[in-house]
């Protein structure tokens, strides 16, 4: 039930969007009035995440170390793995944020008979990681064409290199196919690995469910149901969007709509989901730390400022109560003067 719960949810989001833009006067809701609030919310919720997480205290010194660290001169050290400076660091982060270095490193471990357990380098989740990532960005700058005018030069670059295999009229965008495939890939995992399926709640399932209905609609505006989608008018709203003029043109397709609105879900979605990985990475102290701690010495800034106390002072405090209760001291309590 946890994965019929999020279908139903993306199911009754297309019916939604699909049976309100044919009442009237509702193109305004779903074309301008939704999209402005979703963007506020993306925005807002953003910003309001990563500056909650910048000021989260980190009391110690965490990275997530597997390699050596720096010890001895003849000691070879790690420098991804246990980095202990800045340049080190953004290397590390440059690597994980860029090429999904943590996934490259994937292992599963299996039990066979005997019993015998054995564990095996897995790839397939890096590799269909970073096609539907990189597709989902190539996907978003092409559509920066709707809301540029004129359209930069590195879009209309993007787009003819991720057509540049001109299969079919009009022609085939690679990221269109290898972002379903990605998406088909993580789905699947979750679904029919018995760990990962253990492991998985509904806000698992609901943004694949809601990306795949999002690239589903998208497929089917340009190359299924074309025809009926007027482009012109498309481009129109967007960049009226952009420049707070917008214009609701009547023959915008329904599916226009339902795509849109999708979006808008998503966006207003992304902040407070698992999504938000995406700003999240850059503050992980796991990842942005240096592993100093036998070199420097971190203090937490948010700590207040306490005294030291030592023993000396606190048996000097409570000498007559710890001999009292029979508790050994360094210094015996000074005899009393006789009446």
């Known amino acids: 039930m946890k994965y ?39 925005l807002g919720g953003f910003c309001y ?9 980190v009391p110690f010194k965490i990275p997530t170390t597997c390699g050596q660290g720096y010890s001895l001169p003849w000691v070879k050290q790690d420098k991804l793995e246990a980095p202990v400076n800045t340049g ?15 996934l490259w490193r994937n292992t599963k471990a299996t039990v066979h008979s005997g ?12 590799l269909f990681g970073i096609l539907f990532h990189y597709s989902f960005l190539v996907i978003i700058i092409r ?32 990221t269109d196919v290898v972002i379903i495939l990605g998406l088909l890939f993580l789905l699947a995992r979750r679904l029919f690995n018995p760990q990962v399926r253990y492991i998985s709640l509904s806000n698992d399932y609901f943004p694949l469910f809601l990306i795949l209905a999002i690239c589903i609609t998208g497929i089917l505006m340009r190359y299924g149901l074309r025809t009926n989608v007027d482009i012109v008018a498309i481009k129109q709203l967007a960049v009226g969007l952009v420049t707070f003029s917008p214009t609701i043109v009547a023959e915008i397709s329904s599916l226009f709509y339902v795509h849109l609105f999708l979006v808008c879900v998503l966006l207003a979605y992304f902040p407070f989901s698992k999504l938000m990985h995406l700003g999240g990475v850059f503050l992980s102290p796991t990842r942005n730390m240096a592993n100093d701690s036998r070199m420097k010495r971190h203090i937490n800034p948010w700590n207040p400022d306490i005294k030291p106390h030592s023993y000396a002072a606190y048996e000097d405090e409570f000498r007559e109560d710890m001999v009292e209760q029979g508790i050994p001291v360094e210094k015996e309590l000074p005899p009393k003067a006789n009446d």
């Open 143 to 174: 559509h920066m064409r709707y809301f540029l005018d004129p359209v930069p030069w590195l879009v209309s670059f993007v787009e003819t290199a991720d057509s540049l295999l001109e299969i079919g009229s009009p022609l085939m965008y690679t």
């Open 49 to 57: 995440r990563v500056i909650y997480w910048a000021k989260s205290p």
């Open 4 to 42: 019929a719960f999020p279908l139903a949810a993306v199911i009754a989001l297309v019916l939604i969007a699909l049976i309100g833009v044919q009442i009237p006067g509702m193109q305004y809701l779903f074309g301008v009035a939704i999209p402005y609030l979703a963007m506020a919310l993306f």
């Open 88 to 102: 080190q660091v953004i290397a590390r982060l440059f690597l994980e944020i860029f090429l999904f270095r943590s």
């Open 115 to 126: 019993p015998k357990l054995t564990y095996e380098s897995s790839k397939w989740l890096w």
